[in-house]
């Protein structure tokens, strides 16, 4: 088994409620700073692609079977050119706006996964929504015409997002550069509840992203003025939340604002914004994993090394995956076997010279660092066949990762 990268990454889990309690509307729409009104009579339209695609964000923002039927209900608000989707879990909460034709301004809640599912299944085109007196909504297109339930808009949680002490303008793409460099890496054992999210945090001139499941670590970092980080805390987002933030940052390379508190994030973006408590619970000085003054250095085809991980892996152990890497002069062999699947070798050219080093890998997690590597080369520095090893990305200066060996 691999060694833990820190032994003190067991954090406790927090209990305490969400503070995201109260609705926040533009200072024009309806409701504003005042109780959100019963069913409303609502009449609008709006084009297919658009309203399914902020529908697949708010449903999978909100619980499909939560404890209080409200919270599985997406809030509709439709008032002069537009419609707002706001959805929550009382951790998380999503807000986006889309053009739409007002027939007639107002504001229902109707159960999003539902909705989103009906959507999806409509031709292209523009798609008819207007509540009646009954309760429900009727939601049409062409001749196909559903009926859905509906429950008050004023029983929905109010969410205010507070204005937060800190903030920082990013390129969307680089922050999701930074996400996507690391986020495989997060823990998903309940029981280290601070390993389960990316941990962002102020170093010098840049502004870090990190992740680690205490087997291997993930690191990625922004170059940010020194003085645009001032007072910037140290913050953990959760996995859920940064599953959603990739969804919302994919499509996008405009500049967006992220605002932190201690216990709060907040991410704006053209046409809305999304919110999310953070996790609580210390993360572990990582730096220490990253290991210094590492004597042997190989480096290689990325592909090179991808495939014959792919390939020798597969008669590791389910067990104990482990693969055995043995590097001698500009030579890596790689080897495996098991009492299920048998055995297996592969023999790749190397640039490496010095001693023979010999040491055992998870082929998976190896596979998972080739995969992020963007260059066609991947560099591998070793102290030793025990302590943790560097990989790095020659074409990429801006990312470590770092794997514990695992015993042969």
């Not at 949680?157 to 303008?169: D, E, G, N, T, V």
């Not at 201690?262 to 973006?269: I, K, L, T, V």
């Not at 590097?327 to 080897?335: E, G, V």
């Not at 010095?354 to 082929?363: F, Q, R, S, T």
Request: proline share 6%; net charge negative; charged share 20%.
């Amino acid at each position: 088994m691999e060694a833990p990268l820190n032994a003190s990454m067991i954090a406790r889990r927090h209990s305490e409620t969400s503070g995201l309690n109260h609705v926040s509307h533009d200072p024009e729409r309806v409701g504003a700073g005042q109780p959100i009104p019963h069913r409303t009579i609502m009449h609008v339209s709006v084009e297919k692609s658009r309203f399914l695609k902020v529908l697949g964000h708010q449903q999978s923002v909100i619980e499909r079977r939560g404890s209080t039927p409200i919270l599985t209900h997406v809030l509709l608000e439709a008032v002069g050119d537009s419609m707002s989707l706001m959805g929550t879990d009382l951790e998380m909460s999503l807000v986006e706006v889309i053009p739409a034709l007002v027939h007639q301004s107002g504001m229902i809640t109707v159960p999003v996964h539902l909705l989103h599912d009906i959507v999806r299944k409509l031709p292209e085109g523009q798609i008819v929504l207007n509540t009646l007196p009954d309760g429900v909504i009727r939601v049409a297109s062409g001749t196909i015409e559903f009926n859905v339930p509906t429950l008050d808009a004023v029983d929905f949680p109010q969410i205010h997002p507070k204005a937060l002490p800190f903030s920082l303008k990013i390129q969307a793409n680089h922050f999701k550069k930074i996400i996507d460099d690391t986020r495989f890496a997060m823990s998903n054992e309940e029981a280290r509840y601070s390993l389960n999210g990316i941990y962002f945090h102020p170093c010098g001139d840049t502004w870090r992203a990190v992740a680690t499941d205490a087997h291997r670590l993930a690191l990625s970092w922004l170059p940010v003025p020194a003085a645009d980080l001032m007072a910037a805390p140290n913050v953990i987002v959760g996995r859920k939340a940064i599953s959603e933030l990739c969804k919302l940052l994919a499509e996008s390379s405009a500049e967006i604002d992220v605002s932190f508190s201690n216990q709060q994030m907040m991410f704006s973006f053209a046409g809305g914004h999304f919110s999310s408590r953070l996790l609580e619970g210390q993360f572990p000085d990582y730096q220490q994993a990253i290991p210094e003054g590492h004597p042997h250095r190989i480096e290689m085809d990325v592909k090179d090394l991808e495939h014959a991980m792919a390939r020798v892996g597969m008669v590791s152990s389910e067990r104990q995956r482990v693969i055995k890497l043995v590097f001698s002069d500009n030579t890596l062999t790689l080897s495996a076997h098991s009492q299920q699947y048998g055995s297996a070798q592969e023999t790749l050219s190397v640039t490496y010279a010095g001693a023979e080093l010999i040491l055992g890998l998870n082929p998976k997690y190896v596979l998972d660092i080739c995969q992020h590597i963007k260059g066609e080369n991947i560099v591998m520095l070793f102290k030793d066949g025990l302590s943790p090893a560097l990989f790095q990305d020659p074409s990429d200066s801006t990312v470590h990762y770092v794997l514990m060996p695992t015993r042969i």
